[in-house]
């Protein structure tokens, strides 16, 4: 591939756009429209592609969906409940964890595979996760989809991280719900970026 590849000015306008449009949106805002397993699938190929210190590719997905999201939700509500007390307990959590689950069509459970020898630190590849995840939700954005990481109490408990397969070494990142939008796509905006910049030029 040459770097002429790269050179064609208007192909940056849609990746800006796609960066731009995408937006947080819970599962009880999505409609019942089935999400294609193809799409499923671009997402979680293009999370693979996120950058990766030392090579280590330390993320793993754990897809639910149809009937196993019932399972999932009866989990995540069984976990919440177990790690609160009678004081920190909230009924509205608790049930929005179960409601969640069934509200969208997919659920990928995010999780961190810790390299053996720890060479590569735990930021880098906590990081690397969250990079993947960000791949995930642009694409989602470019097909339509909104997306919610969620990483409460139970999505990343040491319970979760058992859940779905991943030993003592590694951890649960939470879960990235994904569904069609009812209705418009939302607006949001940000504040100005040049109060967050600062340019060093000498």
Same mark, same amino acid.
């Given at each position: 591939?040459?770097? *002429?590849?790269f050179k064609n000015g208007p192909d940056m306008l849609p990746v800006s756009q796609v960066i731009r449009n995408r937006r947080t949106?819970? =599962?009880?805002?999505?409609?019942?429209? /089935? @999400? /294609? +397993?193809?799409i499923v699938n671009e997402l979680l190929e293009n999370a693979n592609w996120a950058p990766t210190h030392g090579m280590t590719e330390p993320w793993r997905f754990t897809v639910f969906c149809g009937d196993a999201r019932i399972r999932l939700a009866?989990?995540?509500? *069984?976990?919440? &409940? #177990?790690?609160?007390?009678?004081?920190?307990?909230k009924q509205k959590k608790y *049930? !929005?964890?179960?409601? $969640?689950?069934?509200?969208a069509p997919v659920v990928i459970a995010i999780g961190m595979k810790r390299q053996a020898s720890e060479k590569i630190s735990l930021l880098d590849e906590?990081? %690397?996760v969250a990079c993947a995840v960000q791949n995930m939700h642009l694409t989602a954005a470019a097909y339509g989809l909104g997306g919610f990481w969620s990483t409460n @109490? %139970? %999505?990343t408990s040491t319970q979760m991280r058992d859940f779905?397969?991943?030993? +003592? $070494? *590694?951890?649960?990142?939470?879960?990235?719900?994904? !569904?069609? =939008?009812?209705? /418009?796509? =939302?607006? #949001?905006?940000? !504040? #100005? @970026?040049? %109060? &967050?910049?600062r340019w060093v030029r000498d």
């Open positions: 591939m040459t770097l *002429d590849f949106i819970k =599962p009880t805002q999505y409609s019942q429209r /089935d @999400v /294609d +397993e193809a009866e989990f995540l509500a *069984d976990t919440y &409940k #177990s790690l609160t007390t009678e004081e920190t307990f *049930d !929005g964890m179960r409601a $969640n689950a069934t509200c906590l990081l %690397a @109490v %139970a %999505a779905i397969g991943l030993e +003592e $070494n *590694d951890q649960a990142l939470g879960l990235f719900y994904l !569904g069609y =939008p009812q209705g /418009d796509w =939302p607006e #949001s905006s940000r !504040g #100005s @970026v040049e %109060a &967050k910049v």
